[in-house]
Every structure is written in C-alpha cells, then in structure tokens.
C-alpha cells in the first residue's frame, strides 16, 4: 500500500511546487517618483541662474521625455510594470493568481531621515560642489552619484577635500534613494528609483555642467 502512496506523491509534487509560484506584478509609480526626484533635487540645487529668463522646468521637461506619452489625450508618465515571483502553497487551489498593486501611489520624500540627508547634500552642494561643477571638474554619473571628472581643475591644496565631499555625498545618495524605496514600502523600487534621480540630477543641471550620457560618455550641459 506504502509504494502507491509514494507514486503518488511523486507525482503530485511537481504540481504542487508550480502552484506555489504565484506571480505578482507591482506597479512602480514613474510619474509620481519623478515629481518627487524634482522636488528633491530643486531643494538641493537651489536654483539656477539663467542668462535668457528661461525656465529651469523646461529644461527638465527635455530631461523628462524618455518616460513621457500620451494617453487619451493626456500627457502622463505610465506607470512601469515590474514583475518578481513569490512562494506560496495553496494546498486546495493549485493555481497560479495575478495581484496588482496600486498605480497611484504617492512617493514620500518628507520622512526625517530622508530631510536630514537632503539637508546634508544641499549644504554640501551650496558650499563645497556646486563650485567644482562650475570649474567643470566634477559631473553627474549616470548612475546618479557624482564623480570627480577632471582632478586637474582642482587646485593641489584642495584636492583632498574634493575627494572626501565627492565620497561623502556618493555615500548620502546611496542612503536616501534606498530610504525613499524604504520609507513608501516597497525597497524593491530602489533601482527605479535611482535611475529617475539620475536624470533629474541631469535636467536640473546647469549650463556648462558636465554629465554623463547612458553609454558613460561625458557631455556638457
């Protein structure tokens, strides 16, 4: 009796371990987090003094076509679809399910932990970075943290400074872009997070200021 009770369970294992997979498709909220990456850089930066009166919004809005469509209409961002698969047994269904979570989420950047960093990284941009922007010796990574460029634009006494400010602000972004995944719920949405930052960082940018393009090349503002 014991031998087909256990072909049986062979048999049934195979589909009991296909049903566990169940496959959750999570919304994450691109035009939400990139009103929140705007927000958060424009507190940082400060604002940019432009020689023609033009906007500073405009120039994010170039920065910003790369998520942009029309729906219905409307210009929005669509919310981008991330799938990952969970375990979980269903010892009377046996069947795979499709949760979705919410589009319209609303991204929380005003946590204290996340103004604490954002106030390190505005004081740090106002008196120690935004000048080695202005020389051209530092630019924006694509991978949205800083990277001193060109050291030689740095005067020999200051150059240790430099190098501590650039590792002491890569480390503040690093924090705040896993905090904000954190602090909304969802510490999977880091990497989203982090490459919205990144072109935000470049639509803000000011003019003469060097970033990176997606391919790693430098280019000036």
Known sequence: ?????????????PVALLASCVTINVYFPAAEAQKAAEEF???????????SGGSASLERGEAARFVAATVE?????PAR?????E?????????????HAQENVDIRIRTPAIQAIQTRMAE????TLAPLFDAGAMGFGNDG????????KVPLAQRTAANQAVA????????????????????????????????EWVAQARAGWWYQDSAGAWKQK
Do not use: C
């Open 168 to 199: 002491e602000e890569n480390r503040d972004r690093n924090a705040v872009y896993r905090e904000i995944a954190v602090a909304n719920g969802h510490p999977e949405w880091e990497t989203q997070i982090r490459q919205t930052f990144a072109k």
């Open 81 to 85: 679809v991330f799938s990952h698969t």
């Open 87 to 99: 375990t979980r047994f269903d010892p009377v269904g046996f069947f795979i399910t499709s949760a």
């Open 73 to 77: 209409g409307r210009d929005v961002v």
């Open 1 to 13: 009796m014991r031998q087909p009770l256990l072909k049986l369970s062979a048999l049934l294992l």
């Open 41 to 51: 850089v424009e507190d940082v930066i400060g604002d940019a003094p432009t020689a």
């Open 145 to 152: 943290l800083v990277v001193l460029r060109d050291p030689a």
């Open 124 to 127: 740090r941009f106002q008196g």
